[in-house]
């Protein structure tokens, strides 16, 4: 049986939990079960801190699991990414109170506070810097207010709390980080793993696009299918109406009115959208 870690709490449950029944497996319903078997699809699921999944998972205790990339990096356990999955996205940068660092170069020395010192320890150690890292639990903006670092890092999203705490970001994000779903380093090829994988991604690409259809005449068809290539290739289906031909293809989601107006203008006609389920490409 297929032993997958899902977030217990947090940002990342409900989404992962969303897309793990979207690729047909069970998933609880009423977010107390700490261990969740699927009989139907050979799988146990086990519900974990996010933090604490990349380390079961390092460890082989676990075939896969659903955690942050930032996590994933913080932790220095032995799990590796295997797919990134889409949602959770968020950006991992320094703050500091306005002119005290010109720019991260200026780290050297500083005093930083972080609930990711693994992040920060590994950031530093890349640019050839040393600093004191001090880690704290949860919120980390009021450190510097309290004397206890020169400098944080920490999630971003909008800076609105950042400038609330009199602080400004300094320099390029430290990591970009999502939701990814992590096996063990170097595990050997496992058919129930790549299963999973397919399914998950059927997801993400049916999340990301969608499927139009319209008519067009014969002497505008390759105008049209310029417009919509398709993933591989459009589906061109002749009308009984021999000057007409009906055409599908994948488009993606967010390009979706400007290729409806594109495809009106070269005279396509009955264009309609729809969505996309699931799908293995």
């Known amino acids: 049986m297929l032993r997958v870690a899902v977030p217990n709490k947090g940002t990342l449950a409900d989404p992962s939990s969303a897309m793990l029944r979207e690729a047909g497996y069970r998933q609880r319903r009423e977010g107390r079960e700490l261990v969740l078997a699927d009989p139907d699809n050979d799988v146990e699921f086990f519900f974990l801190r996010p933090r604490d999944i990349a380390t079961y998972v390092g460890a082989g205790q676990l075939e896969v699991g659903i955690t942050g990339r930032d996590l ?19 950006t991992f940068r320094y703050a500091a109170v306005p002119g005290r660092l010109e720019s991260l170069d200026d780290l050297g020395g500083a005093r930083i506070a972080t ?76 058919p129930r793993v790549e299963q999973l994988v397919r399914r998950l991604n059927g997801v993400i690409i049916a999340r990301r696009y969608v499927m139009i259809d319209y008519d067009c005449r014969v ?21 009984h109406d021999k000057g007409w031909v009906a055409v599908r293809a994948m488009v993606e989601r967010r390009e979706t009115n400007r290729v409806m107006d594109e495809l009106w203008e070269v005279g396509a006609r009955g264009i309609l959208v729809t969505d996309i389920l699931a799908c293995r490409l």
């Open 115 to 190: 609930s990711y010192t693994g992040l920060v320890e590994r950031d530093l150690d890349a640019r050839g810097l040393r600093g004191q890292v001090i880690h704290l639990d949860g919120a980390v903006e009021t450190a510097v207010r309290l004397g206890v670092a020169d400098v944080i890092a920490d999630v971003v999203s909008t800076g609105t709390t950042l400038r609330q705490a009199g602080l400004e970001i300094v320099g390029d994000p430290i990591l970009e980080s999502e939701a990814v779903l992590v096996q063990q380093s170097g595990a050997d090829a496992d």
């Open 72 to 90: 994933l990096l913080d932790g220095r356990s032995d799990a590796a990414e295997a797919l990134a999955l889409g949602f959770g996205r968020s």
């Open 219 to 239: 002497e505008t068809v390759e105008a049209a299918c310029a417009i919509t290539p398709g993933i591989e290739s459009p589906t061109v289906s002749p009308l």
